[in-house]
């Protein structure tokens, strides 16, 4: 049988668990964690654990607690590498507004830290990425290129201040792009990770039965990224990626390179609203406002399961 409080699982590609715990709350529950993005052990930390509480805010929940989750080598790395890890995560959760409250953590020949988020919303404002409609706007939170520049960075090619701008999107919250995003009342949100601007708008087309048309001039990219582009660094996973979309997309006179940062794979990413086109700029105030990027990268259409890229 089929829990009736159970509201969101694994049947949906959503971004988080939602268990209905009374008639005005539910609780968002989601794990999530990474290989090192970078060298640093406390900036790594905090990316994770920003990484792992965007599902929570994504579904338009506040979190309430995380715990940590720990793979580490111990008889080949420090501990106090691991020390730093954690320090930075507890420290971008203390940020959230939450502690930290146990956790788990096992031998492992690979780093690996996240954590188990949880959240609490209201059962009949839970954002799902499923929802939007044709002639919704589509708005991205935070700019492109995380893959390629994690990579560069491995290769010792990214320019130092396209580091700098990479590590601090990658540590920065969601939680300013959901306050504004539940302040007007979105139709359907996702987060962008793994699976790229791409792989993620395509899940959230395929739950709403809707397709979209993509500006590319009007999608954020850290400066920078395009040189290393063209250069041919990028992540293996950006080009597993981008095969996996090509199908689904009509991409015009893009070339490799713009295909490919569509389909890069993102480290803790912003958010992808859709937004009933009367309240888009409602919305790119709230975003704004809140110090947060708005940027309006194209729309929801009735072609469903394609997406359609033009230049602008």
């Known amino acids: ?53 965007s599902d929570v805010y994504a579904m338009g929940a506040r979190p309430i607690f995380a715990l940590n989750v720990v793979g580490f080598p111990r008889e080949t790395l420090p501990l106090d590498l691991l020390a730093r890890i954690l320090e930075g995560g507890a420290a971008k959760v203390a940020e959230a507004g939450i502690g930290v409250l146990g956790g788990h953590s096992v031998d492992d020949p690979e780093p690996k830290y996240g954590l188990v988020a949880l959240g609490l919303a209201h059962p009949d404002r839970i954002v799902k990425n499923g929802g939007a409609r044709p002639g919704d706007r589509l708005f ?7 893959g390629v520049i994690t990579t560069a960075i491995k290769r ?57 048309t993509l500006q590319l001039d009007q999608v954020p990219v850290v400066d920078g990224v395009w040189d290393l582009l063209r250069a041919g660094i990028y992540p293996g996973g950006s080009r597993r990626n981008l095969e996996h979309v090509d199908p689904r997309v009509d991409w015009g006179d893009l070339d490799d390179a713009e295909r490919l940062l569509l389909a890069d794979a993102q480290t803790s990413g912003g958010l992808l609203i859709a937004v009933a ?10 975003l704004l406002a809140r110090g947060t990027l708005a940027a309006e990268i194209g729309a929801v259409t009735d072609e469903s399961g394609r997406v359609r890229v033009t230049r602008g």
């Open 140 to 146: 991205l939170t935070k700019p492109l290129g995380m």
């Open 1 to 53: 049988m089929i829990d009736p409080d159970a509201l969101v699982g694994a049947a949906e590609a959503d971004d988080a668990a939602v268990y209905r715990l009374s008639a005005d709350q539910a609780l968002v529950a989601t794990v999530d964690y990474i290989t090192p993005v970078v060298d640093d052990p406390y900036t790594f930390g905090q990316i994770a654990a920003a990484n792992s509480l």
């Open 277 to 286: 086109a009367e309240r888009a700029d409602v919305l790119r105030d709230e």
């Open 156 to 212: 010792d090619a990214a320019p130092p201040a396209t580091v700098a701008e990479a590590l601090a999107v990658m540590s920065t919250l969601n939680r300013a792009a959901a306050e504004a995003m539940m302040a007007v009342g979105p139709r359907a949100a996702t987060d962008i990770t793994g699976f790229g601007l791409l792989g993620h708008l395509l899940e959230m087309l395929d739950a709403s039965a809707a397709g979209a």
